[in-house]
């Protein structure tokens, strides 16, 4: 490696990959996916050096275990059961698994294949590699984290004048950061600036929450939804969040508990958000489409269905910066409570745009998945076919029900 080794520890990877672990490892441990990479810059290129360094960088991944002090905080998490944190004790990651080349418009490929039980904890680091290694080696890293410093602190002095109230938010960059660096150099900054006005309660990364003593977050991605409902081929893929909802009681009862709405359009997962589920869990998290519409088409829900939406939570995480937290906090302050999870904006703000890259599940138990969010673009499927026959099966399950 040309490099620093940049993923040191299996816990630098967000809480949901084991949360959802957990869960895959109890009820779908047969299930086979494969990832697909992609990167929606459309000026951005990685050289041939760069596709080497992530190879070395992703193979000095796979090398690593958990350690029992590791396993121990692992174990400490209320919802994490005794069973799942002995398998991580054997768990390493293949480099057998990866496929990784230069055939892409964009110079760089990357396809995961294997259980679903292994390939789910690689998206997180792989992301986390790319991003380091494309700054570092496509630019001056130096003069990038210097920039990253001053709109930091800018961030930081406007919490301190009062600027933004947000209320309480967590930091998500782990798969957008400029680097592990630049991550951790935010939190502690931002813990700092900690006021009840602007309370970071936590972070995804689970690795940084356990050396700064506080709260790892992150509940469910759309995985999930995608390979629960779509990955056994007898199941409706428009009852995806049914499937996925009940598996995940099954699994934590009333424990960790916030509901992801968008994998196959919010108004299809409120056909099956009825009260049984939205009583059992806490909230409900967006992730595309307009935030306001959203959180009123909740709270309209909430109150169909006799529940106060006082009890419950929405969890903002679609593209947010503190502006916009603070706006949708005054705009929905005392009718609902709200919560935050800031990514790039936290991580990966600097004087040039950050990367927009993905790593999607696209197969699963051979057969094409998707994902039909609230707005374009944000789907990765291969086969436009799929996508048309989930979009019919959604449309048949609106007008019909």
Known sequence: MKLPQIINSLLETDLYKFSMGQAIYHQFSDYKTIWSFKCRNKDVHFTDEMVEEIKDQIKAYCSLRFTEDELEYLHSIKWLKGSYVDFLRLWQARYADFEITTDAECGLAIEAKGTWLNTSLYEIPTLAIVNEVYFKMAHDYDDLLLSFKEKLQAKVDGIK??????????????????????????????????????????????????????????TMAHEWIMCVGQGNHKHNPAYSNWYALDAWVKEYGVLNGTALTDTITTDCFLKDFKLTYATLFSGVRHDSGDPFEWGEKMIKHYEKLGIDPKTKTLLFSDSLNFEKATALHDHFDGRIKVAFGIGTYISNETKIDPLNIVMKTTFCNGMDVAKVSDVEGKGMCKNPAYVDYLHRCIDWRMKRE
């Open 161 to 218: 004048s009062g600027k933004y109230h947000m209320g309480a938010y967590s930091e998500f960059g782990v798969r957008r950061r400029l680097s592990g660096e630049a991550q951790e150099l935010a939190i502690t900054e931002l813990l700092k600036a900690d006021c009840p006005e602007n309370h970071i309660v936590g972070t995804s990364n689970v690795y940084l929450a356990r050396k700064f003593g506080i709260t790892p977050v992150g």
